[in-house]
């Protein structure tokens, strides 16, 4: 006999949080360049939250009951659309899912205008992805401009930031360290490396952002043309936040590694051999591929990420990526979830 | 024995209608050729009851629930398939999406079978699109002679009928004149000008049959090779049902403004440039765009609506669309939730 | 505050079955070939305790509240994927679906990678669909070698099996001979004709492990180019657990007809003729099309069915298809929806 009675929003839905942590002042989710410690110990602390929900056997709060999230990816991706739809169905929200094939895009419609009329539709979020950097910005402006309440969250443009991706790497990361407690604190004194494609990586980008926010040494490694320029200026420039001793550059894949206690590896796009960026893929996975030999170097216990899908064989060896006591990648999709769900409940029930 | 209780519609889920409006009848909504004006009131009345639900917190209602809606877009089409699947989930229903490339058309089963496997899968109701005319109305004879129960509404056939956009439009200018008790007799005296395409417009054909049920002026302008022949031929057939008073053609625009109270401009198809109907996108823009020179030539509070997309610059000024004194294109993708709410809620709870 | 209580299952939300049935042991539905009489039986005593819900007004029960079922169609089926989703969305479970257009799998990540995506995501089944035989088969071995519970559903691999198809057609045929207390045993003496292109029919495959553990007698018959060389094989081999004189291989229609209680004819799929193994579709319609004069050879309440899509005028003629005499294929449809629903039911609360 079931009855199911849910009573959750009657007595806190999300537990409670464990600390104290910043006010959520934040409408949109645009990108990492400008968190705050306290924002990132919301998001931890909300995603910890969630995470317990997720392990009840009814996994459904009514949180979002009547709100419409409207996913508009311009940009395909069924992975990150699944992750996106499920955390706010697990909300309870209603969603939308634009199609960029069958849309009206292709009949001579405007960004912002498909943004207008999901706007009018009644959406009460968006969730953004769009090969072109700015295009979330550029929604948002207009929905501020507009005086509308909805939020905006980027969901990756261009190669500019992939906010949730680097918050899921952060929240991997921080309740591996301390499940019940996750924050940004842990990280001190941790070294990180991240190999691979850093110029196109919207995801290393984020991830720059993120954990250089924490007191965590941040060591990138790449072969010298998928090296960004401007990373010698951040260094360089105090204005730019970024603590001068905390972000390290490479050519050569094995100082990054030496006693590193994660490591984040970046999917190669195979976009890049055509435009002759690189020789090929096996000699790629030579100089920078993560090995069995290569993890030697790391710390014992060290964890290995991939923000996937992975080509298996290139950016990691096909075992290792396999391997529960190395590889952080299935956590890092379940945690997606997750943090998504933090950041679709933040905003949605913010005070802003 | 089922028994689920919301709680937060206990006390009418539905408000109370404010008028006395005709006893719906209609199983099928295909057109607005045969409509009466108390069947305009009922959807004017339920729309705007439905209205009221948009604006709560929690903008759900239990009307359809356990009720299967299947979309059956054969012509693709996002925006008008999340306005139809937002109003179906707003009346807790569920819906099945229909996805014309990945289809058994592609294998060779007929329109009339696929509609037929959506039956047979327990569809209580079928909002159709399809590129030829005709379509909805073969399917709705079908599912009639096969004695079923299921409704079918017409979401655009062809040049023929777009009625979903003719109610909508009708109940924007409406709930304008009067927001509490929108009713078809509030245009008497109206003046409506209709700008474009006509003759190949659905939107331009349900409009018309709408807004001649009315006592209001209904003026169109288009290029001579834009224009129908077989409006002369309506304005001269007293049988057609059309008062000759309330139809005007005119191939410049300026007498179609000439003091109107709300100007519709169609959506351009770029097609015609290449089937040679009209010279230029520019040329079309110069002598029937609306701008805010020419809206001098309407009433001082004239009201603009287009059905969307929008090909900036071309049917409409871009300022001009994005002024809000003006345009009620926001309104209009708004209002089409709550009447397609009305229209679903009327099929699928009627005595019919 | 909303407080939602679902009291709908209080009392048997799956009506009692009516009779002892195997205990449910399977985690994964891959196939038929090894299903043992007793799981028949409870598929086909759950599907119709299903029937019945879906005969309610409220058509939903609780059963998989929470649950998700991610439908990985990798090749495209809309109106495979609508019944399921239908199953599962009346089961109350939530569903991801994957588009192949759009997915990974163009950018280089294995099939199993992805499945692992969606159970990271927290996927408790998956419905798999491909066009390479034993795909299912690779997922379910991985799903058990991780050691997780997430449960696998062929929903047809290559031209290896269909297992719901097979499990449907045998509901449709066992609820029309009993309709309250549908079970195998009922085909004991029955003649069962299955006609079309067994070479390459996943359904057909099905379906000859479903009827041939029943006391039917099955009998195939197809264009000599069209029918597999393993049924010899087969016949002969007592080990495979086919009774011998229960399969029938004909190259001509009329003896598999002869006195047949249920004829199934098979979809043809237009691609044979360009490989060579048929002249044409009219000469395959004159040899082995089902027509008003073939089925005089078949007893008087010969009942037809069709996995569909039907090409009209090709396996069966137009008339007879809409003939409700004759024609079981809507039931088809309407029982694909209980039947799935009692699988997923099924594999989702049992004690494997």
Redesign the interface.
């Given at each position: 006999?079931?009855?199911?009675?849910?009573?959750s929003?009657?007595r806190s839905p999300i537990p409670q949080l464990k600390m104290t942590t910043t006010v959520w002042q934040r409408r949109h989710v645009l990108g990492l360049a400008d968190f705050t410690p306290g924002e990132y110990d919301t998001v931890l602390q909300t995603a910890a939250s969630f995470q317990e929900v997720?392990a009840?056997?009814?996994?459904?709060v009514?949180a979002l009951?009547?709100q419409?999230i409207?996913n508009l990816f311009f940009e395909?991706?069924?992975?990150t659309r699944?992750?996106f739809?499920?955390a706010a169905?697990?909300l309870s929200a209603?969603t939308?899912n634009?199609?960029p094939?069958?849309?009206?895009l292709t009949?001579?419609?405007?960004i912002l205008?498909?943004a207008?009329?999901?706007?009018?539709?009644?959406a009460n979020m968006m969730v953004i992805r769009h090969r072109d950097a700015g295009v979330p910005q550029t929604i948002a402006a207009e929905m501020d401009r507009l005086d509308t309440r909805v939020g905006i969250l980027n969901a990756g443009d261009g190669q500019h930031e992939h906010p949730t991706q680097g918050l899921l790497d952060l929240f991997t990361i921080c309740s591996l360290l301390n499940f019940e407690y996750p924050r940004l604190g842990l990280l001190a004194g941790k070294k990180i490396a991240i190999i691979g494609d850093i110029l196109h990586s919207r995801v290393a980008r984020s991830n720059i952002w993120c954990l250089t926010s924490s007191q965590a040494e941040v060591h990138l490694a790449a072969p010298p043309t998928l090296l960004p320029k401007w990373f010698g200026e951040i260094v360089n420039d105090e204005s730019s936040g970024i603590p001068r001793r905390q972000l390290f550059i490479h050519s050569d894949i094995e100082p990054a590694l030496k006693d590193a206690d994660f490591v984040m590896t970046l999917r190669l796009q195979?976009e890049r051999m055509s435009a002759h960026l690189l020789p090929s893929l096996r000699e790629y996975h030579q100089n920078y591929g993560i090995t069995r030999d290569r993890v030697k170097l790391c710390q014992p216990d060290v964890k290995i990420l991939h923000p996937?899908?992975?080509?298996?064989g290139v950016e990691i060896s096909s075992d290792l990526m396999d391997d529960p006591n190395f590889s952080l990648?299935?956590?890092?999709?379940?945690n997606?979830?997750a943090v998504r769900m933090a950041l679709l409940y933040l905003m949605g029930s913010g005070s802003h």
């Open positions: 006999m079931t009855r199911i009675t849910i009573l929003t009657v997720l009840r056997r009814t996994k459904k009514p009951q009547g419409v409207a395909a991706s069924t992975r699944s992750s739809e499920l169905k697990r209603d939308l634009f199609a094939g069958t849309s009206s009949k001579g419609e405007t205008d498909t207008k009329t999901y706007l009018a539709m009644g195979k996937g899908p992975v080509n298996r990648i299935p956590q890092q999709v379940t997606g979830v």
